[in-house]
């Protein structure tokens, strides 16, 4: 085993979250060492929100294209894949952290690269080196994509998201497990490629995570653009033909699904017994590390982002880090809350979305009044007519007269999530909303409509 080191805090992951923390642990006066496998940023800069934007926006553009004809003239759409994975490779500097090190480095903190593994709640093992944390440590070690165990599965050269983001051609027919966030997003901007699309969801609906309304309305969407969508129904196996080299996609109900290509976005797990968890008294069969309201795990230990189970999401991430930070360093504060979180699928439409679904609200046992809006009604959706499908729709805790959830479908869905987002986080009462004055014509103001929605449910 190699000489250690001491540190006030090590810290293990450097995604959004673990980044930023080491960054301002460092800026107050301690000595940091930040430890990671992969590259310094996470998933995030490299193959999740940002590189996946980047093509969703591209895909965006050919479908406004195919959206003049009736509306501004004729158009011709030829969808190109060259420039998309260009942008993407300079995006991710060719999938090179070496400017992020140079940037965690310029400010004081210690880059060590290598797999760590907890020793006890106040060190951590580095490919046989001992890293020591007088003060603190703080994982921010994440999650990494996970597959069912479907038959067949595992001898497939599948994708997952990142091989998704990197591919420099397009296959000319693909199969996605998982109809969630990813799936679906991933499954659109292929699409609209010229890539024939299946997607396969052993939920009854898409966004199963979501009001049932946003999966309905996706579907509806999918089924225009000519994406196949396979709802209710698991997969029984899976093999590559011997003949053509197709993907073979046996489901439940019988159905045979086949593509050039697998895209596997069935979910993302953290691997516990990876990280040593047990080293710090947690169970390392755990969907996610426990933390209090001040991301403590155990006496000297915080966690932060995907691995707490709060929600796979960059902004969750550095809001937490945020609390943690605070805590470590002995400032006040007022600890960590999720009733608001907000999250946004950024397929078109766009379906935003934050705090409690009615179904949720109704489990919790608050007396439940919800209300909605059709977005192609509202003033804004009538004159932006092609691509205007979405809805509102609040859930509002009659008992207290608040809003304790919200979803934003339609072109600007995850932008007037905002002002709904505000709304749930500051329990601001359902009749000030009702009182307020929504500019006109925009996408924002069919909040208004479905405010009075709502209120008329109150008679």
């Given at each position: 085993?190699?000489?250690?080191s001491?540190?006030?805090?090590?810290?293990?992951?450097?995604?959004?979250?673990?980044e930023?923390?080491a960054?301002?642990?460092?800026?107050?006066?301690?000595?940091v060492?930040a430890?990671?496998?992969?590259?310094?940023?996470?998933e995030?800069?490299?193959?999740?929100?940002?590189?996946?934007?980047?093509?969703?926006?591209?895909?965006?553009?050919?479908?406004?294209?195919?959206?003049?004809?009736?509306?501004?003239?004729r158009?011709?759409?030829?969808?190109?894949?060259?420039?998309?994975?260009?942008?993407?490779?300079e995006?991710?500097d060719?999938?090179?952290d070496?400017?992020?090190?140079?940037?965690?480095?310029?400010?004081?903190?210690?880059f060590?690269?290598?797999?760590?593994?907890?020793?006890d709640?106040?060190?951590?093992?580095?490919?046989?080196?001992v890293?020591e944390?007088?003060?603190?440590?703080?994982?921010d070690?994440?999650?990494?994509?996970?597959?069912?165990?479907?038959?067949?599965?595992?001898?497939?050269?599948?994708?997952?998201?990142?091989q998704?983001?990197?591919?420099?051609?397009?296959?000319?027919?693909?199969?996605?497990?998982?109809?969630?966030?990813?799936g679906?997003?991933?499954a659109?901007?292929?699409?609209r490629?010229?890539?024939?699309?299946?997607v396969?969801e052993?939920?009854?609906?898409?966004?199963?995570?979501?009001?049932?309304e946003?999966?309905?309305?996706?579907?509806?969407?999918?089924?225009?653009?000519?994406?196949?969508?396979?709802?209710?129904?698991g997969?029984?196996?899976?093999?590559?033909?011997a003949?053509?080299?197709?993907?073979?996609?046996e489901?439940?109900?019988?159905?045979?699904?086949?593509?050039?290509?697998?895209?596997?976005?069935?979910?993302?797990?953290?691997?516990?017994?990876?990280?040593g968890?047990?080293?710090?008294?947690?169970?390392?069969s755990?969907?996610?590390?426990?933390?209090?309201?001040?991301?403590?795990?155990?006496?000297?230990?915080?966690?932060?982002?995907?691995?707490?189970?709060?929600?796979a999401?960059?902004?969750?991430?550095?809001?937490?880090?945020?609390?943690?930070?605070?805590?470590?360093?002995?400032?006040?504060?007022?600890?960590?809350?999720?009733?608001?979180?907000?999250?946004?699928?950024f397929?078109?439409?766009e379906?935003?979305?934050?705090?409690?679904?009615?179904?949720?609200?109704?489990?919790?046992?608050?007396d439940?009044?919800?209300?909605?809006?059709?977005?192609?009604?509202?003033?804004?959706?009538?004159?932006?007519?092609?691509?205007?499908?979405?809805?509102?729709k609040?859930v509002?805790?009659a008992?207290?007269?608040?809003?304790?959830?919200?979803?934003?479908?339609?072109?600007?869905?995850?932008?007037?999530?905002?002002?709904?987002?505000?709304?749930?986080?500051?329990?601001?009462?359902?009749?000030?909303?009702?009182?307020?004055?929504?500019?006109?014509?925009?996408?924002?103001?069919?909040?208004?409509?479905?405010?009075?929605?709502?209120?008329s449910?109150?008679?």
């Amino acid at each position: 085993m190699g000489a250690g080191s001491t540190s006030d805090v090590v810290v293990v992951g450097l995604g959004p979250g673990g980044e930023d923390a080491a960054t301002k642990l460092a800026g107050a006066g301690l000595s940091v060492t930040a430890v990671d496998h992969g590259l310094v940023g996470g998933e995030c800069p490299y193959w999740g929100c940002v590189p996946s934007k980047m093509m969703i926006r591209a895909a965006n553009l050919l479908a406004e294209a195919r959206r003049v004809p009736g509306m501004a003239g004729r158009a011709e759409v030829v969808a190109d894949w060259a420039p998309v994975a260009g942008r993407v490779r300079e995006a991710t500097d060719g999938w090179d952290d070496r400017v992020a090190v140079e940037r965690l480095e310029g400010h004081g903190v210690r880059f060590v690269r290598g797999t760590a593994r907890l020793r006890d709640p106040g060190a951590v093992e580095v490919d046989g080196t001992v890293l020591e944390a007088r003060r603190a440590l703080l994982l921010d070690s994440g999650t990494g994509p996970w597959a069912p165990p479907v038959p067949g599965l595992d001898e497939l050269a599948y994708w997952t998201n990142r091989q998704a983001v990197e591919a420099e051609t397009l296959p000319a027919s693909l199969v996605v497990l998982g109809g969630g966030a990813i799936g679906a997003e991933l499954a659109q901007v292929f699409a609209r490629f010229g890539v024939e699309v299946s997607v396969v969801e052993v939920a009854d609906r898409l966004l199963a995570l979501e009001e049932p309304e946003a999966g309905a309305l996706l579907a509806e969407v999918f089924a225009e653009e000519g994406i196949a969508v396979h709802t209710g129904t698991g997969v029984a196996a899976a093999r590559r033909d011997a003949d053509d080299g197709a993907v073979v996609v046996e489901l439940a109900d019988g159905t045979v699904v086949r593509g050039e290509r697998l895209l596997v976005a069935t979910g993302r797990r953290p691997d516990l017994a990876a990280l040593g968890a047990a080293a710090i008294g947690v169970d390392e069969s755990a969907r996610a590390l426990p933390t209090d309201g001040h991301m403590r795990v155990v006496p000297g230990v915080w966690a932060v982002g995907d691995v707490t189970g709060k929600g796979a999401f960059t902004h969750m991430s550095m809001y937490q880090a945020a609390v943690a930070v605070d805590d470590i360093l002995g400032r006040p504060g007022t600890g960590a809350e999720y009733h608001a979180v907000p999250r946004v699928t950024f397929t078109d439409p766009e379906i935003g979305s934050v705090g409690l679904s009615e179904a949720q609200a109704r489990q919790a046992g608050m007396d439940v009044r919800t209300g909605s809006t059709q977005l192609p009604v509202s003033a804004r959706g009538w004159i932006h007519k092609a691509g205007n499908d979405g809805f509102v729709k609040l859930v509002e805790d009659a008992g207290r007269g608040v809003l304790v959830g919200a979803t934003s479908a339609g072109p600007c869905g995850g932008e007037v999530l905002s002002m709904l987002t505000l709304a749930v986080h500051a329990e601001v009462p359902v009749e000030t909303l009702a009182g307020m004055i929504y500019a006109y014509p925009t996408f924002h103001r069919a909040v208004e409509d479905a405010l009075r929605d709502l209120r008329s449910r109150q008679q």
